[in-house]
Nanobody, 127 residues
Framework: QVQLVESGGGLVQAGDSLILSCTAS????????MGWFRQAPGKEREFVATISASGGSTYYTDSVKGRFAISRDNAKNTVYLQMITLEPEDTAVYYC????????????????????WGQGTQVTVSP
């Protein structure tokens, strides 16, 4: 089992930037596919971004392309989500997710593909 701890959320204004971090423990980080999801009040949890175990492959939901960037530092067991030009519609609880893999290039965008989840960090973007 993987333990995930997110940090970096907060209250910002529209147009601001924020970087979320998620640190993993419990399994070899370089064997984990990592993903970021978010859930706004009254809405379903939705996919945001994913990165392969090697870091060589990434995939984003359309609404964040060009504004969000996912990256990882396998030496620090940490995945990041850099967010720029934030919009009020980005307001949500952001969750980090992990899945063990032997395929260093695969990514997953479905929440059901992930076995481990963090507790979430709140991001609030004011108009």
């Amino acid at each position: 089992q993987v333990q995930l701890v997110e940090s970096g959320g907060g209250l910002v204004q529209a147009g601001d930037s924020l970087i979320l971090s998620c640190t993993a423990s419990g399994r070899t980080f370089s064997n984990l596919v990592m993903g970021w999801f978010r859930q706004a009040p009254g809405k379903e949890r939705e996919f945001v971004a994913t990165i392969s175990a090697s870091g060589g492959s990434t995939y984003y939901t359309d609404s964040v392309k060009g504004r969000f960037a996912i990256s990882r530092d396998n030496a620090k067991n940490t995945v990041y989500l850099q967010m720029i030009t934030l919009e009020p519609e980005d307001t949500a609880v952001y969750y980090c997710a992990a899945r063990y893999t032997t395929n260093s290039a695969v990514t997953y965008s479905r929440s059901g593909s992930y076995s481990d989840w963090g507790q979430g960090t709140q991001v609030t973007v004011s108009p």
